[in-house]
């Protein structure tokens, strides 16, 4: 298998609001709602970096598409890293994404690898880290 992630999907219990959080809360681009004229077709995709977009998806349209129970929602089953080129950038984004909504579950702190880090959780349990990475040089 070649690793090419293109999508990377969220369930979210109310996709109204999940919207409002990504495009008007953090400001990530979309052109909003699609597939609302289809049964378990609306959805929300956001750019991210070329190549790789964001959905938001209804639990229960992913419930339906695949033909797996809803299960019980767990912030632990997955993280989104978010890479920021500096230090005070992460405080940034964390109070953007406070005042969009999100609730900071780990306010951000120095890391045992030389880092600087914190989390925050947005609408639907979804964990985000913010993190700066000495060690890692982004591209613009």
């Known amino acids: 298998m070649k690793p090419q992630l293109t999508v990377l999907t969220l369930g979210v219990d109310d996709l109204e609001r999940s919207l409002r959080f990504y ?3 953090l400001g990530l681009p979309t052109k909003g709602l699609v597939g609302q004229e289809f ?3 609306a959805v929300a995709f956001f750019e991210l970096q070329a190549g790789l977009r964001l959905a938001i998806w ?3 349209s992913i419930a339906a598409d ?3 129970p809803i299960g019980p929602r767990s912030a632990t089953e997955m993280t989104l ?3 920021v080129a500096t230090r005070a950038e992460v405080d940034i984004l964390l109070a953007q994404a406070e005042r969009a909504g999100a609730r900071i579950v780990r306010h951000a702190r120095e890391t045992y690898w030389g880092g600087y880090a914190g ?4 609408p639907d349990g979804h964990l985000w ?5 000495p ?3 982004l591209a613009d």
């Not at 989390?119 to 947005?122: E, G, H, I, K, L």
């Not at 880290?129 to 990475?133: G, K, L, P, R, Y």
């Open 129 to 133: 880290e913010i993190v700066w990475n």
């Open 119 to 122: 989390y925050f959780s947005d």
């Open 135 to 137: 060690q890692l040089i």
């Open 58 to 60: 209804p639990r229960k």
């Open 66 to 68: 695949s033909g797996q």
């Open 81 to 83: 890293g978010h890479n």
């Open 39 to 41: 049964e378990h077709g």
């Open 23 to 25: 495009r008007d809360g």
